[in-house]
């Protein structure tokens, strides 16, 4: 195979890279010829046009250069280490300064040359804190043109990590392949991927480097979105069934809701009933905020399968959320001939044994439980449909194991979080995406307040106005981890608190992730049947619990919460008839803190949140783990790149339409490349 062979080479082939180097190196993940010229820099410095130091305006970022000719290393009366390197270049002199780094100072001779590059300012003299420096050689790479700066640990040096740059272009960039043909290059406006590696080390201009991260950010984004069609096509390919939906199924399952549908829900099921009726097997995600009325839409999916002869189950991802979809369910279906059964993993076990039996025979119609239902012993004997509700956690690798089970069933999955854009595209790429994003008729939005803490006070007096209206309360503590000891406390002494000082008169309840789930589950039913008028609690309520009579939501600490948490609890409460009120106490220091918390006074729409949220964290945080299936984009900005992003897409999935299997010559680099670089992350379904 031909498929840049001499780049899969180990990097010490390269002049200047022996055992020692070749250790540091591999600590930045470089093994390879191939790894070292996709390091990319972290910034660049133009050294075309070094001002001199006597004009450099004060409080701007700059690069100067001179020769040392003073070095005074000291320990303030603070026992700081203060080290001062003064920098002159016939024109003035700037001090270079660092704070507890005095190991540096060997680094630097009176009489060497230097380059600082930092934000200059005035402090009694023009001085520079932190800069970056390096030393001058008479290597002419370093100090002519946009010099790259590149992200090191400390025994690597940018100089000497340049050369190495500088040597494995030379002589190896002739060597990647092409994946794109010179036709469609020049449609699309990308510059060859030679020239983007060249330029990305060692931009010839500020344009050059432009056109090189374009190419570049297209070739991430391309072979993401590739993975993503194929994938595509692997579910798509197969059969599913084909459900046969008429007027009767349909006006019979309507009956059934004691409401009429909102605009949203009847357009969503339109495009659900499509998928259904279609023989390829549907898989579809539906993106609907809190409240938005998402468990009818399931409901209805699930009955016209069920209407087809033939088994559905629907998954939660917490037990105590299962029992709720359960529960609602027997309401909803109570004069529908449907089977309906809860299995749970604590249920005892010749139960269990019983029912997975009358699964495995068809007895039953719907099966509601968590995940685990689906991956482990329980066997369907006709499975037609799954819904997964997965709130706010997304499980693209649970979805794939679901299609392994050898059959086809259709799955709509829903989530509570909306998805920004630019997530739908790649994470979810797989998937056709229904929105609903009308809140059903009769209610009013939650207001949101921000208090300080001095406002508790009058805060507490209006929630006890609320209680004595027969209102609830949700008080939530922040619990980073469940194990803290000490949020754990704070939750534990703000329900005693509570409880004895500031609310006697009514009842304090009390719920965190440590409790075992049977005594979960007993306390939010209490809750549910206003045995408690005031649950305290951690953000174990986040995910779905619906108790309409509760109209307060105080969240302690909010700042400590991310975007999308907060929005979630705020979703709590507004899901009744009377007006509720969320009142977020917190103590913001950082400028983002204090964003997070002014959006969410302003907007109770989850879609703007989700965009804010995306904006604010970036997509590696935004989805908290890495096992999201999130390949770790190098260049390629989700956000800022979006249209780019987008073209990309579009152009991966015309080709693997055209090209099912990546099978046409022109093509096949393309394959090598994707399965190379997803290879078991992505599940690419029968890719080749
Ligand atoms: P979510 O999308 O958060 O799962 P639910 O399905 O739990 O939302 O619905 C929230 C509330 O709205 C429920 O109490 C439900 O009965 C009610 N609801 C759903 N659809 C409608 C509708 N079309 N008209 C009136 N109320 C509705
Ligand atoms: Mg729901």
């Not at 946009?146 to 272009?169: C, D, G, H, S």
């Not at 008169?505 to 075992?516: A, D, E, I, S, T």
């Not at 779905?544 to 907060?566: C, K, S, W, Y």
């Amino acid at each position: 195979m031909d498929n840049n062979e001499s780049l899969l080479k180990n990097v010490q082939y390269l002049k200047g890279v022996g055992p020692r180097r070749f250790a540091l190196l591999k600590r930045l993940g470089i093994q390879t010829i191939y790894d070292l010229l996709y390091y990319f820099p972290r910034d660049y410095q133009d050294r075309s046009n070094i001002l001199n130091i006597s004009n450099i305006p004060v409080n701007t970022v700059a690069t100067v250069k001179g020769r040392v000719i003073d070095i005074n290393s000291y320990y303030a009366r603070s026992g700081k280490h203060v080290l001062e390197v003064y920098l002159n270049d016939n024109t003035g002199t700037v001090q270079g300064i660092w704070f507890n780094q005095p190991f540096l100072k060997k680094k630097f001779h009176v009489g060497d040359e230097f380059i600082f590059y930092g934000r200059v300012r005035f402090y009694k003299c023009l001085q520079i804190a932190n800069p970056e420096f390096e030393l001058i050689t008479d290597d002419p790479l370093m100090n002519e043109g946009i010099v790259p700066i590149y992200p090191l640990t400390e025994y690597l040096t940018q100089a000497l990590f340049r050369n190495l740059t500088k040597n494995a272009v030379d002589e190896y960039v002739g060597s990647v392949k092409e994946m794109l043909d010179e036709e469609f290059l020049a449609k699309r406006q990308l510059c060859s991927v030679t020239d983007a590696l060249k330029n990305i080390h060692f931009p010839e201009s500020l344009e050059h480097l432009k056109m090189a991260r374009r190419r570049l950010s297209y070739d991430e984004f391309f072979l993401l979105e590739v993975a993503m069609a194929l994938r595509r096509r692997g579910i798509k390919e197969g059969t599913g069934y084909a459900f046969k939906i008429g007027q009767n199924v349909e006006s019979h399952i309507l009956r059934l809701f004691p409401f009429s549908l909102t605009n949203g829900q009847k357009w969503v099921i339109g495009e659900i009933r499509d998928d259904m009726r279609s023989e390829k097997p549907m898989n579809r995600l539906l993106q609907g905020d809190v409240g938005s009325g998402k468990t009818a839409v399931a409901i209805y999916a699930l009955l016209a399968a069920i209407a087809n002869g033939f088994q559905t189950a629907l998954m939660a991802p917490t037990e105590i959320l299962a029992e709720q979809h359960y529960q609602t369910l027997l309401r909803y279906l109570s004069h529908a001939r449907v089977k309906i059964l809860l299995l749970t993993g604590g249920s005892p076990t010749a139960m269990r044994k019983e029912n997975i039996g009358k699964i495995n025979h068809g007895e039953i119609d719907l099966v509601v439980g968590t995940h685990a239902l689906i991956m482990k012993d329980v066997k369907f004997k006709k499975l037609g449909l799954v819904v997964v509700d997965e709130q706010h956690k997304f499980g693209v690798i649970q979805r794939a194991n679901l299609r392994m089970k050898g059959c086809r069933p259709d799955v709509l999955v829903m989530t509570a979080t909306p998805i920004p854009r630019t997530l739908s595209l790649t994470i979810f790429g797989d998937l056709d995406i229904s929105i609903l994003n009308e809140i059903p008729p009769g209610r009013t939005p939650v207001e949101t307040r921000l208090h300080s803490e001095k406002h508790l006070a009058e805060a507490y007096e209006f929630i006890r106005n609320e209680l004595n209206q027969g209102r609830q309360a949700f008080v939530i503590y922040p619990l980073v981890k469940e194990s803290e000891k000490l949020d754990l406390k704070s939750a534990t002494e703000g329900a005693k608190k509570l409880q004895d000082i500031v609310f006697p008169k009514f009842k304090v309840g009390l719920l965190h992730g440590q409790m075992k789930q049977q005594d979960k589950d007993r306390i939010m039913k209490d809750f549910r049947e206003r045995r408690y008028d005031i649950l305290v609690s951690t953000i174990v309520i986040e995910v779905g619990i619906d108790v309409p009579n509760a109209t307060i939501m105080v969240i302690e600490h909010a700042e400590r919460f991310g975007l999308a948490q907060l929005h979630q609890l705020r979703g709590r409460i507004g899901r009744g008839p009377h007006k509720s009120y969320c009142l977020l106490f917190g103590n913001p220091r950082t400028p983002e803190a204090r964003k997070r918390l002014q959006i969410m006074t302003q907007t109770n729409d989850g879609f703007r949140i989700a965009e804010e949220d995306l904006q604010i964290r970036g997509p590696g945080e935004f989805f908290g783990t890495r096992q999201h299936g999130l390949p770790e984009l190098k260049i390629g900005d989700l956000i800022g790149d979006y249209p780019l992003l987008k073209l990309a897409r579009d152009d991966a999935f015309s080709i693997v339409k055209n090209d099912g299997r990546l099978e046409q010559e022109k093509n096949r680099f393309i394959k090598e490349t994707v399965i190379e670089r997803f290879k078991g992350r992505l599940n690419l379904i029968s890719i080749g």
